[in-house]
């Protein structure tokens, strides 16, 4: 039996104080949250930091869970959706972030137009304190499997 395999990518809904979203500008999929693959080896949570520090140059607090996306599509993907608070450091571009900023929730919405992303955006902002869950088909997008857990 071949096991099966599945890229893992985690992603932060990050605030400041005043309670602007950071956003970077990915070169193909456009405005979107910080995300990246997790390295062999790597944990969600140290993934989840050094994908926030390499693509915009700061520092977060870590919070809660919010949803996972199932991407069934080849190559299979799990996506780990956080929400954190911003700690520090200056917005820095990379090969991954052309341009990144601090919007409103409106504008960040206005901006972010990848219909995953833009789906992935909604939910994280809606957060009410239960995770998500979403498999999808991502050409074209489309959801197949919905559920929500709430916490115990």
Same mark, same amino acid.
């Given at each position: 039996?071949?096991?099966?395999?599945?890229?893992?990518?985690?992603?932060?809904?990050?605030?400041?104080?005043?309670?602007?979203?950071?956003?970077?500008?990915? #070169?193909?999929?456009?405005?979107?949250?910080?995300?990246?693959?997790?390295?062999?080896?790597?944990?969600?949570?140290?993934?989840?930091?050094?994908?926030?520090?390499?693509?915009?140059?700061?520092?977060?607090?870590?919070?809660?869970?919010?949803?996972?996306?199932?991407?069934?599509?080849?190559?299979?993907?799990?996506?780990?959706?956080?929400?954190?608070?911003?700690?520090?450091?200056?917005?820095? #571009?990379?090969?991954?972030?052309?341009?990144?900023?601090?919007?409103?929730?409106?504008?960040?919405?206005?901006?972010?137009?990848?219909?995953?992303?833009?789906?992935?955006?909604?939910?994280?902002?809606?957060?009410?304190?239960?995770?998500?869950?979403?498999?999808?088909? #991502?050409?074209?997008?489309?959801?197949?499997?919905?559920?929500?857990?709430?916490?115990?």
């Amino acid at each position: 039996m071949e096991h099966p395999k599945h890229v893992v990518v985690v992603g932060c809904l990050i605030r400041n104080r005043a309670g602007e979203v950071l956003l970077i500008r990915h #070169p193909r999929r456009g405005w979107e949250i910080p995300q990246g693959r997790v390295e062999e080896g790597e944990d969600l949570v140290a993934a989840a930091h050094r994908e926030v520090l390499e693509e915009a140059g700061v520092e977060m607090n870590l919070g809660p869970l919010a949803a996972v996306w199932s991407m069934t599509a080849s190559p299979a993907s799990i996506i780990f959706n956080f929400l954190a608070d911003y700690r520090g450091g200056e917005l820095r #571009p990379s090969e991954e972030s052309l341009e990144l900023g601090w919007f409103s929730a409106e504008e960040a919405l206005g901006y972010v137009t990848h219909p995953v992303n833009l789906d992935r955006l909604r939910t994280l902002l809606a957060y009410s304190g239960s995770v998500v869950y979403r498999a999808y088909a #991502p050409k074209p997008y489309q959801v197949q499997v919905e559920a929500v857990f709430s916490s115990i």
